[in-house]
């Protein structure tokens, strides 16, 4: 996957997370918590395209500005990542885990 690409998203929207880290989630995509300014993205997202990493990882960092998914929210989704609701789309076709994977 090669390393997150955290800082140059910092510099461009403004925002630095107290903390961040990957986890295996079972159910959701990431996570914020407003309070402590931390994130989490799901481990899954190693299988996935890096377009699709980096708009979540834009989605979380969006939250350090504004908690909630309003029009607001949508509006500095716009101003830093235009095409976040086609990769928003392309992750949404994708299942969040791949399970059935054989090795």
């Known amino acids: 996957m090669g390393e997150l690409p955290l800082h ?14 990957v986890k295996n989630m079972k159910t959701k995509r990431g996570s914020f918590n407003a309070q ?8 899954e997202f190693a299988k996935k395209p890096l377009e699709c990493l980096e708009y979540r ?14 029009e607001r ?3 500095y989704m716009d101003k830093h990542l235009p ?4 990769r928003r789309s392309l992750l949404n076709k994708m299942p969040l885990a791949h399970n059935d994977l054989i090795y």
């Open 36 to 43: 402590a300014k931390r994130i989490w993205l799901n481990l």
């Open 83 to 86: 095409d976040w609701r086609e």
């Open 57 to 70: 990882l834009v989605h979380e960092l969006i939250h350090l500005l504004e908690r909630r998914h309003n």
């Open 8 to 21: 140059p998203w910092e510099e461009k929207i403004g925002v630095t997370p107290n903390s961040w880290g």
């Open 73 to 75: 929210f949508k509006a």
